[in-house]
């Protein structure tokens, strides 16, 4: 007989173990299968976030972002440093201990809440059972079975065809931040949230980066005036981004590689040491499913989820990487504590309106709501403020003065639609915006508030009192 229980989980990512977590606390029995492991062969929760991405990614971003400024911003503050180096080995060193204490505390939290932890992988089979299987031979180990089973499976990275990963010349994500020395010359495919972080990781440190990225247009996704700065602000730090450049090949040379790559019809070659495919990741459903549990797969390998997470297998769920939406770790999690609170029998909701997000460079990139030109084509009339960080007090003290914040209202009503903010700091910055934004405020609203002087945070009020031309610290 199968071991029963009130909700399995499957997947201990930021969705799955904050799923998890929540329907202990909610009183059901709950049990998380994640096959995970780290670089010992051990059980690692936390998923792709804790073991390979967010956490080990800004552990990096900060560990270079010391030495950069050390070497290049110190000297406006009078210091001064004679054999600056960087011990590769050791920065390696700290972000693997800091992955191994978060992904430890997971576990510990599972013991506390009293979450049955399984090392193993997980498939959905028929009348919500769950066979799990040795991750490396694939034999069958246990067969369990609960009345809600929720699928978190999350994402991997994609493979360009032709350019398969061999784990050191050309690697993914996850090799780029396990580098055991600074490449000279490194090419990095595809410029989105993640070439542009593990380039600018690499870059501080000393290689010369060089980003193909295929579309014309520089970070797409954000508001046009955010992604211009921030294009500005990348080339002044050496970053070689190259636009419109669809890389089709990459060759093995006697001493290094080979990308090749069409920019405007024409072939072009570049020759780096080492080559990081950062092109998208895909969910990771392959082999997740039986052909007979009732869950459906659509084209591109997502589970198909209606907007309460619930897939077409009534209590079967689907949360984070592996389904529609922004792949990202705090939409999984919210995802997660929702539908654990609608299996308790409560009413869980995500706010896709109000989803943050960050690009964790120098300066830092973050926004919600939507851009400038994405109001324009609806046809929604809106006024804009803008304020510079050079304008606050502030930045200036910190000598962090790159950047600004863009708040965009309704014209009629003024409700806040988006924020756009480049500059230091602003991961932290746009949570008070997400707040506005979730409480419907209007950017009359924002604009008197009280905001302590000074704070970067006076950037984001000011551009609030911009946006009805009243600005204080603003000329014109
Ligand atoms: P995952 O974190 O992918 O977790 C899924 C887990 O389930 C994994 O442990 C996997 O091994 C396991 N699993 C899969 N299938 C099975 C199965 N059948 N049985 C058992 N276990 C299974 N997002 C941010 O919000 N902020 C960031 O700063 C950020 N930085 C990133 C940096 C990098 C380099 C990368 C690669 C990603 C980054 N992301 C970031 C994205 C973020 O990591 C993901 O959005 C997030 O991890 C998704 O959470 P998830 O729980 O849906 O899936
Ligand atoms: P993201 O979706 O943020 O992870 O970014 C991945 C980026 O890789 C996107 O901007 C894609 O346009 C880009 N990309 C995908 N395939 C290629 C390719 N063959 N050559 C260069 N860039 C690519």
Request: net charge negative; hydrophobic share 45%.
């Amino acid at each position: 007989m199968a071991e029963n229980f009130d909700v399995i989980v499957i997947g201990g990512g930021p969705g799955g173990y904050v799923a998890a977590i929540r329907c202990a606390q909610l009183g059901l029995n709950t049990a998380c299968i994640d096959d995970q492991r780290n670089k010992e062969g051990a059980p690692s929760l936390g998923g792709t976030c804790l073991n390979v991405g967010c956490i080990p990614s800004k552990a990096l971003l900060d560990s270079s972002e010391q030495f950069h400024r050390l070497e290049h911003q110190f000297a406006a503050h009078g210091i001064t440093a004679d054999n600056v180096s960087m011990d590769v080995s050791k920065m390696q060193q700290r972000k693997d201990e800091i992955v191994k204490s978060l992904t430890g505390g997971i576990g510990v939290l599972f013991k506390a809440n009293k979450v049955t932890s399984i090392n193993g992988y997980g498939r959905l089979m028929a009348e919500k059972h769950v066979a799990v299987l040795d991750p490396e031979t694939g034999e069958l180990k246990q067969t369990i079975s609960a009345p809600n089973i929720i699928l978190a499976a999350g994402s991997k990275p994609v493979e360009l065809p032709g350019i398969p990963f061999d784990g050191e010349f050309i690697v993914d994500s996850t090799g780029a931040l396990n580098f055991d020395r600074v490449p000279k010359r490194l090419g990095v495919i595809g410029a989105g949230v993640i070439g542009l972080e593990l380039g600018s990781v690499w870059n501080r440190l000393g290689s010369e980066v060089i980003l193909l990225e295929a579309m014309d247009e520089f970070l797409a996704a954000a508001d046009h005036q955010v992604s211009r700065e921030a294009a500005r602000q990348y080339k002044k730090q050496g970053l070689d981004i190259r636009l419109g450049a669809m890389v089709n090949r990459v060759a093995s040379k006697p001493n290094g590689l080979a990308v090749n790559y069409t920019q405007k019809g024409e072939d072009h070659v570049v020759e780096v040491d080492r080559v990081v495919v950062a092109v998208g990741r895909k969910p990771a459903t392959e082999g997740l499913l039986a052909p007979d549990c009732g869950v459906a797969l659509d084209q591109r390998g997502f589970i198909e989820v209606d907007n309460h997470c619930l897939t077409a297998e009534e209590g079967v769920w689907a949360i984070g990487d592996a389904v529609r939406g922004p792949m990202l770790a705090h939409k999984s999690s919210e995802e997660g504590v929702a539908v654990a609170e609608r299996i308790a029998g409560g009413v869980g909701h995500v706010d896709f309106n109000t989803i943050p997000w960050v690009i964790y460079t120098a300066p830092e990139i973050a926004w919600v709501g939507k851009t400038e030109n994405e109001l324009k084509a609806e046809g929604v009339p809106i006024s804009t403020g803008m304020f510079p960080f050079a304008a606050t007090g502030r930045a200036k003290a910190m000598e962090d003065t790159a950047g600004m914040v863009k708040v965009i209202a309704h014209a009629e009503t003024d409700r806040i639609l988006g924020v756009h903010i480049i500059g230091p700091h602003v991961s932290e910055l746009i949570a008070e915006c997400v707040v506005a934004m979730s409480f419907h405020a209007s950017s009359e609203d924002l604009a008197r508030i009280v905001h302590a002087h000074p704070t970067l945070s006076e950037a984001v009020h000011e551009s609030a009192l911009a946006v009805e031309k009243r600005a204080i610290h603003k000329f014109g």
